[in-house]
């Protein structure tokens, strides 16, 4: 049995081999001077294989019209058995020129059919005039045409499976040479991009070193601020070259994805103060509000976690000229599950440009194309590339009122909860606290407290407690924000002391502020806004009893 590199070639090499075996058999059984098969093609009629024992009358590769060989009788007469005692005296045989050369003979001719119908060729025997056939010659002739059309049908089938291995190996041949083309390209690319930022980042990093030289006490407000434009824009470069390389790791497949345990609460925080000083420069209002239990310790990486929260708040400080920028997180799952989802929120004033031109604001949400946005910024690109890759997501909707939200979806895994930081959230249990604030979105202390289980009983002036306080309501500690309505805070500490001796006051200030010496006397705690979960805690264990 041949076989083409693994593919079955079936019994023989070709059907010229078979045709000579079935001759080959024929001619040990029976006892006709002439056998033959012949294949056509309806145009020419072309001897495969041929025996001749005592006279030559057939040979084999001669090759014969069609309508001119006795063949076409037995095929064009619906794929029948033709039997002719003699060719001279049959009425269609007699007058053929083909008979004039062979003379008188005895014909026998079986159709080799396939399985379709279609008619491949003939088994033919030839031999004098009066040659007796008898059946069981006749049966066995019929059953080698049947046997040699499954042949044909066997080696078409697989020649036809062979040509599509042939097409397969090709079409590897091609997906691999594009794969080597395609690998060969981005490393070009990366090499490029490596080179580039190596160049650029160095004169860069000169540039910004020279801005600090250049700063000196007695320059103008002008030159400041040329000074302060040349820093920003290399700043600027300095995060785009960064992004690009970021990007390109992760377009590459080479970023790595580590699973540590880290505090979600604090990573989350670092990360957003990153952003306060450019909150307080451009006088846009920063919010925190962590629904998030800060004693829980979580498994996933907590450097690309801040790095993906980090473009998605460089993209909304970018996007916001006034107004505020709050950030909100909380877990979503089964206290009994080990995996929970983090639902991160960053939400800013503000409407996403597209096709440059800004959106119309919608009376509902409305969700925006996230594909789009992205491919428009390179770190929201790196952003969602990190999210992917974490099995998480990013979404973007555009809100009421020219608001924007950035939604982030992670899962993460628990691993412990802290039991030094749980202990102290015991001991807060049912602790008094009055807490006075505006009614600004920072509502991350009150919920803070709340979660602790706290008693809070909030006010945005200083008529109502003084009000409860009157009324027998007695704090154990008072958190007062600076930026009180009334622009008294101090005095509204220094009554609240008065009325309620020994009382604790923490007093809450915007990043960058600076307090004088005399005023900070006043209070027990000083924590900058957004407070951190941390701080607040600690601040509470240590002044509380």
């Not at 997906?175 to 490596?194: D, F, G, I, N, P």
């Not at 790595?256 to 609460?265: E, Q, S, T």
């Not at 998030?292 to 473009?311: A, P, Y």
Request: proline share 3%.
């Amino acid at each position: 049995m041949g076989t083409v590199e693994g593919v079955n070639q079936g019994f023989y090499e070709n059907i010229e081999e078979a045709a000579a075996h079935i001759v080959d058999v024929l001619s040990g059984i029976l006892r006709v001077n002439t056998i033959f098969v012949a294949t056509n093609d309806g145009v020419t009629n072309v001897i495969l294989e041929a025996f001749n024992r005592k006279e030559e009358l057939i040979v084999k590769g001669t090759a014969l019209p069609f309508m001119e060989s006795y063949c076409s009788l037995v095929l064009r007469d619906n794929n029948s058995v033709v039997t002719i005692s003699d060719t001279t005296e049959h009425s269609v045989t007699r007058s053929m020129n083909v008979t004039g050369g062979l003379g008188n003979r005895f014909f026998v001719g079986v159709p080799i059919v396939r399985r379709t119908g279609e008619a491949f060729g003939t088994i033919c025997i030839m031999d004098d005039p009066g040659y007796n056939i008898s059946d069981t010659d006749m049966k066995t002739l019929k059953a080698m045409a049947v046997f040699l059309g499954y042949v044909v049908d066997l080696e078409s089938a697989l020649h036809v499976q062979e040509q599509r291995l042939s097409d397969s190996e090709q079409l590897q041949e091609k997906l691999q040479a594009e794969k080597e083309r395609a690998e060969s390209e981005a490393m070009t690319k990366t090499q490029m991009l490596k080179l580039m930022s190596h160049e650029i980042r160095n004169p860069l990093n000169g540039i910004l070193g020279l801005t600090d030289l250049m700063r000196t006490p007695d320059m103008s407000e002008e030159q400041a601020e040329y000074v302060n434009m040349i820093e920003t824009s290399g700043n600027i470069l300095l995060s785009l070259l960064n992004n690009m390389m970021n990007f390109n790791i992760n377009e590459a497949g080479k970023t790595v994805i580590h699973d540590d345990p880290f505090d979600l609460v604090s990573t989350i925080e670092n990360t957003v103060y990153l952003y306060a000083g450019t909150a307080a420069s451009k006088k846009i209002e920063l919010g925190l509000n962590l629904n998030l239990n800060v004693s829980q310790v979580f498994i996933g990486d907590e450097i690309k976690i801040g790095q993906m929260l980090g473009h998605v708040m460089q993209y909304a400080m970018d996007s916001t000229r006034e107004g505020a920028v709050l950030v909100t997180a909380e877990m979503r799952g089964d206290e009994v599950e080990d995996t929970s989802l983090l639902l991160l929120r960053v939400r800013y004033t503000g409407q996403m440009l597209s096709d440059n031109r800004l959106r119309v604001s919608t009376v509902k949400p409305e969700a925006i194309s996230t594909e789009k946005l992205i491919g428009s910024n390179l770190g929201l690109a790196v952003s969602q590339n990190l999210a992917i890759l974490m099995h998480g997501r990013i979404q973007v909707n555009s809100l009421q009122g020219d608001e924007t939200e950035f939604r982030i979806s992670l899962p993460l895994r628990r691993y412990w909860d802290l039991p030094q930081i749980t202990s102290v959230q015991q001991r807060l249990k049912a602790k008094k606290v009055l807490l006075a604030k505006d009614p600004d979105i920072l509502q991350g202390v009150s919920s803070l407290m709340r979660n602790w289980e706290m008693d809070v009983r909030m006010t945005s002036g200083s008529a109502s407690a003084y009000e409860w306080i009157k009324e027998g309501y007695k704090p154990d500690v008072a958190v007062v924000d600076l930026g009180l309505r009334e622009g008294i805070t101090v005095d509204f500490v220094i009554a609240l002391k008065q009325q309620i001796e020994g009382l604790p006051v923490i007093v809450l200030v915007p990043y960058g502020m600076h307090m004088d010496i005399q005023q900070t006397e006043v209070f027990d705690a000083v924590l900058t806004k957004p407070v951190r979960q941390t701080e607040l805690l600690n601040a509470l264990s240590i002044i509380l009893p």
